[in-house]
């Protein structure tokens, strides 16, 4: 049962929400309209990083062994981490759903849905900390390869040498 205070404030809430102006027409197409902006720029950006890729392998400049090196890199570095994640949340969503599914009489689905509930909960999770810590692996390996000079892209044209030899 409401009190008639809460009473009250609902007839106020309902009037605040009709006194919110409404966007005009102008305003909704404009929406739209940067909306189907960012699409086509998202879609010219695809495209670029396409053509880009495919040229450097067609010219041999895409460095494969590099690039495997990096890639195993990183499923070695978030493996564990999403392993420690992705457990304990999998037991604990079986714990539940299967209680829940022998109390309606469909224990034999409780498999079906744990998978599912898993990949459509925690997949954006492990992927986030994938992210998150391949990222910074990656970030702290290339720090340490600039500061051991083995960056290529670190070069130091007009380096002048310490001991004054010139050369």
């Known amino acids: 049962m409401t009190t008639p205070a809460e009473n009250d404030s609902r007839p106020e809430e309902a009037s605040r929400l009709e006194d919110m102006p409404e966007l005009p027409a102008q305003a909704k197409s404009n929406l739209f309209a940067n909306l189907l902006c ?13 053509l ?21 890199f990183l499923a070695h570095v978030t493996a564990v981490a999403s392993a420690l994640v992705m457990i ?3 037991v604990g ?14 224990g034999a689905y ?3 849905v744990v998978a599912f509930l898993i990949i459509g909960q925690a997949g954006p999770l492990v ?16 720090g340490a390869r600039t500061i051991r000079e083995e960056w290529s892209g670190t070069h130091q044209p007009h380096r002048i040498p310490l001991d004054g030899s010139g050369s």
């Open 52 to 72: 880009a890729a495919i040229t450097a392998v067609r010219r041999r400049r895409l460095a494969w062994r590099e690039a495997v090196e990096q890639m195993w």
């Open 88 to 90: 304990p949340l999998g």
């Open 93 to 106: 969503v079986a714990l539940q759903i299967g209680s829940l599914a022998d109390q309606i009489g469909a």
């Open 127 to 142: 992927c986030a900390l994938i992210a998150g810590v391949g990222g910074s692996a990656i970030c702290a390996d290339l």
């Open 38 to 50: 960012e699409i086509g720029l998202l879609f010219t950006f695809t495209v670029h990083v396409c």
């Open 110 to 112: 409780s498999g079906a």
